[in-house]
C-alpha cells in the first residue's frame, strides 16, 4: 500500500495532470529560472520540456505566449532543500518579485503565465497573488497551490517595474488598499482544512482512506472546471494508478480492468486506421468501454449479461459520467444470445463492425464462440483484440485461431492480448483443420 500511496503522489500530481487542468502546451512553454554566478542570481529562460537553456534574460529578443514558473533551478534547490517551509519563503520572495519584473520583457500582451506556492506561512503568497492580479485579465487559483494568470496587460500594467524595484530593494511589497479578500481567505481555509486532514491520514498510516479521499477532493475540484478533457484524464489516472473509479461522488475499487498500455494499444489501433463502429463483448467497470469512446468518432456496443448484478452498473454510471454515453449501446445478454442477434442485424457489409474487443468469459469454448461470431459481425480489415490472452482457456484458444483462422493477420501486441486482422472472409474448405 505504502509503493500504491507514492504512485498516487508521483503521479496523480505530476506537472502533466496540472497542466492539463489549465490546458498548457508543454512544447511550446518556457520558464523563467536563476542560476547563481559569482554568488549572483542571473535568470535565464528555459524550455520547459527539455529545461535545456534558450538564453540569458538580459540578452533575449524573444517574447513567449505562455511562461511558466514551477519549478526552480538546481542552484536555487541547493540553497533552499533544507530550509523550513516559511523561511523559504521568505527566501524566495526577491525571487518571484523579479520573475514579475521580468514578464515584462519576455512575456507577450495577452500571453499566460503558470506559477505555484507550496505554503501559506505568512501573508507573502497573498501579496504575490495579488500583485499578479494587477498585471493579469484574470487569476485561477486550482487546489490552493497553482495559480494560472491569464492575458498579461503587459506595459499596460496597473503594477509598474519601478514599483516593484523598489520593492525588493525596500524588501516591502504590499500592495494597499485591497478590495475585499474575504473569499479568497475564506477558499484558502477551506484548503489548510483538507490538506490537515489528509495529513493525519498519513500519519496514521491509512493510505486507503488517504488514496480515497484525495481522489474524491480532486474529482470535486474538477467538476468544477466543467471540462471533460480534465475529466477524463483524471479517470484515466486512477484507473491505473491506484485501481479506483469514482461513480456518484463515491470512489470504488477496481479488481477487473484493463491496464493503461493495453488501453492505449487499442485507442492506437482504433486511431491508425480510423475505426468508428465498435464492438465488445465483457462491459464490467466500463473501463475498455472508456478508452474506445475516449476517441469522439467511435460508437459502441456494449455485451454483458452482469452489468446490474454483479457490476452494479458501474460500467454505465461511468459513461454516464464521463458524457460517453449518448455513443454507447448496452445489451444486457449473454454473448451467444446477444452475438446471433446483431448478426440478423448485418445485412450488408457497412451494417459490420470495424472493431471488437472480447473481454467476457474465460473459457476455450466461449472464447471461441466469441470470435466466431465477431468473425461474421466484423468488416474485412477489421480487427478483434482478445484480453487475457495468457489465461489458460483463452491461449488455448488462440493457439487454435494461429493455426486454423489463417484469413486473419496475428498482429503485435501486448501479451496480455491477442490481436488479429481480417485480410480476407473465410475461405476454408468445409473439411479444413489443422491440429494445435
Keep these: 500500500m ?32 536563476a542560476n547563481y554566478v559569482d554568488n549572483k542570481l542571473k535568470y535565464y529562460i528555459n524550455n520547459l520540456r527539455s529545461n535545456s537553456t534558450i538564453c540569458d534574460i538580459e540578452k533575449c529578443t524573444t517574447k513567449y505566449d505562455m511562461i511558466c514558473q514551477n519549478m526552480v533551478s538546481k542552484d536555487m534547490y541547493e540553497k533552499i532543500k533544507y530550509m523550513k517551509y516559511c523561511d523559504r519563503q521568505l527566501y524566495l520572495t526577491n525571487y518571484y518579485l523579479n520573475i514579475f519584473i521580468y514578464l515584462y520583457s519576455v512575456l507577450n500582451n495577452n500571453g499566460n503565465f ?37 492575458s498579461f496587460f503587459g506595459r499596460n500594467s496597473w503594477v509598474y517595474i ?98 493503461e498500455p493495453e488501453g492505449n494499444f487499442i485507442i492506437k489501433n482504433i486511431n491508425e486506421n480510423n475505426y468508428k463502429k465498435c464492438l465488445e463483448i465483457g462491459f464490467a467497470c466500463g473501463i475498455s468501454a472508456f478508452y474506445i469512446l475516449s476517441i469522439k468518432t467511435t460508437t459502441l456496443v456494449s455485451i454483458d449479461p452482469f452489468q446490474s448484478t454483479q457490476w452494479n452498473n458501474y460500467g454505465k454510471k461511468l459513461l454516464k459520467e464521463v458524457g460517453f454515453n449518448k455513443r454507447h449501446t448496452f445489451i444486457g445478454k449473454k454473448s451467444f444470445e446477444a452475438l446471433p442477434k446483431l448478426l440478423e442485424k448485418c445485412k450488408k457489409e457497412s451494417d459490420k463492425y470495424d472493431f471488437i474487443f472480447i473481454d467476457g468469459w474465460h473459457t476455450f469454448d466461449y472464447t471461441l464462440i466469441d470470435f466466431f461470431y465477431s468473425n461474421l459481425l466484423l468488416k474485412v480489415n477489421g480487427i478483434i483484440i482478445i484480453d487475457d490472452a495468457i489465461h489458460a482457456g483463452v491461449a488455448k484458444c488462440v493457439k487454435y485461431l494461429d493455426t486454423n483462422y489463417l484469413f486473419y493477420k496475428k498482429m503485435p501486441s501486448p501479451e496480455t492480448l491477442a490481436c488479429y486482422k481480417k485480410i480476407k472472409d473465410d475461405d476454408r474448405k468445409w473439411n479444413f483443420n489443422i491440429f494445435f
Excluded: A, H, W
Design 2 to 33: 505504502e509503493k500504491t500511496f507514492k504512485s498516487l503522489v508521483t503521479s496523480i500530481n505530476e506537472t502533466d495532470y496540472v497542466f492539463n487542468i489549465f490546458n498548457i502546451i508543454i512544447d511550446k512553454s518556457y520558464t523563467i529560472q
Design 114 to 150: 503558470f506559477i505555484s506556492f507550496f505554503n501559506y506561512c505568512n501573508e507573502i503568497p497573498i501579496e504575490l497573488i495579488y500583485i499578479l492580479s494587477f498585471m493579469f485579465e484574470k487569476i485561477t487559483i486550482y487546489n490552493g497551490i497553482y495559480i494560472y494568470c491569464s
Design 162 to 259: 519601478k514599483d516593484l524595484e523598489k520593492s525588493i530593494k525596500n524588501n516591502n511589497f504590499s500592495v494597499s488598499p485591497k478590495k475585499d479578500l474575504s473569499l479568497l481567505l475564506k477558499y484558502l481555509e477551506n484548503i489548510f482544512n483538507i490538506k490537515n486532514y489528509e495529513y493525519k491520514l498519513l500519519l496514521d498510516k491509512k493510505y486507503d482512506d488517504y488514496i480515497d479521499f484525495k481522489i474524491k477532493n480532486m474529482y470535486d475540484n474538477i467538476l468544477e472546471l466543467e471540462n471533460k478533457d480534465v475529466l477524463n484524464f483524471f479517470y484515466k489516472k486512477i484507473f491505473n494508478i491506484v485501481k479506483r473509479t469514482i461513480i456518484g461522488k463515491k470512489v470504488l475499487r477496481i479488481n477487473s480492468s484493463i491496464k
